[in-house]
């Protein structure tokens, strides 16, 4: 193992002002270091952890990466760099990574020159501390720190970690051009970063304030992605719909990217309710190719407790966008994030929450313990007092009663036909392709003379809780 002296931390210099973006677009990057002979390339492969906006972060560094020279490996045999990048939503979120740098540093026994680097949010989160866990690590790098990349694996070869853990308000990686894997479905980040501050969430910490790319740059990106065979595009942002550069608002981004010639589909994930405006539920009714699907992260059906989660809304203001959503556009589907045992999550609350799921079945939930993390106000304000085993029993209700009504809500379509978007060979059979229908439910159906890519008519006969199954209308 290499000896170490103390732990440089590098600041990055500030981005350039907004419009220097747009003649840096598709040119060699800021502040990186190109790799001047074939030797210097590396073999980077690269683990993604948790969220989309981590899939999609990936895809950037893939791009800043590439733009200096190295190349990106899909087999980790073959690389001389490994990144994870990570997430730090939930403590196991972090176990997990631990776990895996144990099992890395195996690899590196073997190999005293492979590097190791953990990036993103975790990075951010545990900042120091990681190389305390693990300090086999020579690369520690927080979300707004991919410029640095190229330079950063340069730097570790002379032995020291390289830490690049500064927050930007002004990185937004606008002029970069990510590398996606083909596929009919691209992610786009909007925006990074957030405002909001729930008490409960480790994110406005480890990604900073919220910054929107503005629109122009954006409808660009998405023309180029259609050239590139995508026909579906998914907005990402922290709270998506809280979308603003100052010129446009979300509904009209909405609008602007939906009209790109060729766009067959658009989506977003994930919107906030504070920000479900109408000119948002506008682009939801009447612009086609916007799916008819939201997915609005309720959190809890006690207003007591989303106060004490800093939510912003009340759970009635929550029932009335879910009303006005469903009578403007009626075949919306609806998904949603909840979490139980947050702190002082009484009984009382707990059955809120589990009559008000009830009430609005929605078609699919992401359900969650309350995971206490440093550094947020929750953990710091208040007390995580509701038992391990209370918040799993109430996890599992919760599970049991979604897994029902998801199961009802899609057996009720059996005679209806949807429109699914072709995506690929189901995973079962050759002879079946699957994809998504308009409302994001996973369809499965015998091939016949589709195309992936196509949009085709499927009539379903069958379904499960998580899955439609038909055939060509
Ligand atoms: N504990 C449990 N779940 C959390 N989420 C965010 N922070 C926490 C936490 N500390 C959930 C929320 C959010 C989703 C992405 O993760 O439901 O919407």
């Known amino acids: ?15 350039s002002l907004p419009n220097d973006k747009l003649m840096y677009k598709n040119t060699k990057p800021k502040n990186n ?21 981590n899939v999609s972060d990936t895809e950037l560094m893939s791009g800043i990466l590439s733009q200096a020279g190295h190349r990106t490996v899909n087999n980790i045999d073959n690389a001389d760099v490994i990144l994870l990048n990570t997430c730090a939503i939930r403590e196991n979120a972090e176990t997990k990574v631990i776990n895996r740098l144990v099992h890395l540093n195996h690899r590196k026994r073997r190999n005293e020159d492979l590097i ?18 693990a300090p086999y690590v020579d690369l520690v790098m927080g979300p707004d720190g991919y410029r640095d990349l190229p330079m950063a694996i340069n730097a570790v070869t002379t032995g020291d970690p390289f830490l690049s853990l500064q927050l930007d308000k002004n990185e937004d990686y606008a002029d970069i051009a990510p590398i996606r894997k083909e596929g009919i479905r691209a992610w786009l980040t909007i925006q990074r970063g957030c405002d909001k501050m729930c008490t409960f ?16 740059i954006l409808t660009d990106d998405v023309k180029r992605l259609v050239d590139e065979g995508f026909k579906e595009i998914v907005l990402l942002g922290q709270t998506v719909n809280s979308y603003n550069d100052n010129k446009h608002d979300f509904g009209e981004l909405l609008w602007r990217v939906a009209e790109v010639d060729g766009v067959q589909r658009v989506r977003f994930t994930s919107p906030h309710p504070a920000n479900a405006t109408d000119s948002m539920i506008d682009a939801l ?40 959503l469903r009578e403007r556009v009626p075949q919306i589907a609806l998904s949603t994030d909840v979490i139980v045992g947050f702190c002082g999550e009484t009984e009382e609350d707990f059955r809120q929450t589990y009559q008000l799921m009830e009430e609005v079945r929605f078609d699919t939930a992401f359900m969650f313990k309350y995971s206490d993390r440093e550094g ?11 038992s391990e085993s209370e918040k799993a029993r109430r996890l599992n209700e919760i599970i049991d009663l979604q897994e029902g009504i998801s199961a009802d809500i899609n057996s009720a379509s059996i005679g209806a036909s949807v429109s699914v978007l072709v995506e690929g060979k189901s995973r079962r ?45």
């Open 1 to 15: 193992m290499k000896n170490r002296s103390p732990l440089p931390i590098y600041t990055p210099q500030s981005p």
């Open 33 to 53: 270091t190109s790799i001047d002979d074939e030797q210097s390339a590396r073999n980077v492969y690269i683990e993604t952890y948790g969220c989309q906006m």
């Open 116 to 133: 190791i680097g953990v990036c993103g949010c975790m990075a951010q989160h545990l900042r120091d501390k990681l190389l305390e866990a």
């Open 201 to 216: 969430c480790i994110v406005p910490f480890v990604r900073g304030r919220e910054r929107s790319i503005p629109l122009d």
């Open 285 to 324: 009714e009447n612009c086609p190719q916007v799916c008819k699907q939201l997915h609005l992260p309720l959190q809890s059906g006690s207003t007591r407790v989303l106060e004490n989660m800093r939510r912003t809304y009340t759970v009635e203001q929550y029932r009335d966008i879910v009303y006005k």
């Open 376 to 386: 947020t106000l929750a953990n710091k304000m208040l007390s995580d007092d509701v």
């Open 429 to 473: 059979n050759d002879e079946e392709y699957y994809g998504k229908s308009d409302t994001f439910k996973t369809t499965v159906f015998p091939k016949e003379d589709t195309q992936i890519g196509d949009i085709v008519e499927v009539k379903i006969h069958s379904t499960t809780a998580h899955t439609l199954i038909g055939e060509i209308a």
